[in-house]
């Protein structure tokens, strides 16, 4: 639930930030990103893992892509028709900051990797419901997820409606996500009872079809539900064609190119044919339409598998989230603390400067006698004999009074909002609208209720 990552993706973004693939960096080797992760992290097939990567990289897979490909990295038509990763280059996309910018801010547990040479984290801090932004699926031992996409922004819209009203119903939740919406766009025509069913249990089907629209008496499909092949259907009409199955088609052409990745164009024979009942008849009978199933089958906080429905998903992530929000605000906190600590034991050394050099110059062992004379700790005493020359500035007393009394204020403020709920909760609701704004998008996916 807390990232919505298996452990290949969760070790491609790590080993991809690792070796400072951001989004805004040079892309490197595919090829190296792979030998990385097999050789750091997961023992396992190079080929399958690429595969994973790959996958993070097709924006007709992912909703939100997570890896930034260059070169060849499949076509909706044969997602499985990817260069050879010694061919293609990638980085991170600006979208996977969500799950790794607070990573080193005491938020994560880290393990040991396989050989115990390195750690890596048990889960990546996400910010967002990755999981239901960008779905997955997949098989385990007895057991089957499908998690369809949503949009970043519903998902966002319904997660500050649980932190303000912690009883929503499902159906006010709903208010907000109107339902999956898949990357490749197309319509979804289940009933509104379908979802609500499928939202309440956590598993059902959905009906999802292409989006065509009618251009100079021509039929024009231009999105296909997920993980259809435009290929594919053609085929399928071709061969209904070759067995006089339409008599009312007259031609069929593919215009689809760099601009337009899904053109598909049916001719009918003359123009009073009833488009509406030939499209019926294609959904009926080809992949223009097709059911896609939903099993929220996922591992919750407590490490065990179970199936979600909408409200518990998004209550248990926002536990997580809360408690990693809690995390980093504490390590904060620490790091503050201590810097002020040590700023504390400059401030002395700097109003008795003198007897400070004079100790360091005529002690045998200036440390203990440091700490005796000004009452200083060992991490104290260890900074001020670290200090160098030139911080022995006139500047340096205002500047180090000017970091304490911020450092002061942004211990307080810390410690407030680690005491008080409301505050906790506003911060995050914060965070999330932030995320929202920056990296939210239009819904891709109608939802019509059709016969």
Sequence with gaps: VGDGLK??????????????????SKPKKAARTVGDVIGKFHPHGDVACYEAMVHMAQPFSFRYPIVDGQGNWGS????????AMRYTEAKLTRYSQVLLEELEQGTVDWQQNFDGTLREPRLLPAQLPNLLLNGTSGIAVGMSTDVPPHNLREIAAALIRLLDDPDATLGELMKHIKGPDFPTGGEIVSGRADLVQIYKTGGGTLRLRAR??????????TELPFQTSGAKVLEQIAGQMTAKKLPMMEDLRDESDHENPTRLVLAPKSGKIDTDALMNHLFATTDLERTVRVNINVIGLDGRPGVYGLKPLLEEWLTFRTATVKRRLQHRLERVTQRLHILDGLLIAYLNIDAVIKIIRTEDEPKPALMKRFKLSDAQAEAILELKLRHLAKLEEMQIRGEQKALAAEKADLEQTLKSRPKLTK??????????EKHGDKRRTGIVERE
């Design 212 to 221: 065509y629209e009618i251009e100079d008496g021509e039929i024009v499909i």
């Design 427 to 436: 911060l995050i609701k914060t965070e999330i609208a932030e995320l929202a």
């Design 7 to 24: 452990p290949v993706h969760r070790r491609i973004i790590y080993a991809m930030s690792d070796l400072g693939l951001s989004a805004v």
């Design 76 to 83: 909706q038509d044969d997602p499985k028709s990817f260069a």
